[in-house]
């Protein structure tokens, strides 16, 4: 004869990803802050992987983020240096 089930037993909890909302913040960031991004991608990453789960938004987020980063920073010294050597350039023309 098989026991029957006790009461108030309860189905196992859903557990949440607890980086999935800073994941989902730092792919929103691509398009207004991707310093921003790289941080929030970050602290969800390891927020995820901490909890036992993958961490892909997060991880998503902070590579896109760092490298438009990187790119923006490239760009301002680009900028920069064209900006300056034409500052340079004009002074020995006159």
């Not at 991707?34 to 992987?49: A, C, E, F, H, M």
């Not at 983020?65 to 900006?83: E, K, P, R």
């Amino acid at each position: 004869m098989s026991q029957p089930q006790p009461y108030g037993q309860q189905a196992p909890a859903y557990r949440e990803d607890p980086g999935k909302i800073l994941g989902i913040l730092s792919i929103v960031a691509i398009f207004f802050m991707p310093l921003v991004g790289v941080i929030l991608g970050y602290i969800g990453r390891k927020n995820s992987r901490e909890a036992g789960f993958s961490g892909e938004l997060g991880h998503i987020g902070f590579v896109i983020n760092l490298i438009l980063t990187v790119l923006g920073a490239l760009f301002i010294v680009a900028v920069f240096g064209s900006v300056l050597i034409s500052m340079m350039t004009q002074g020995n023309a006159g």
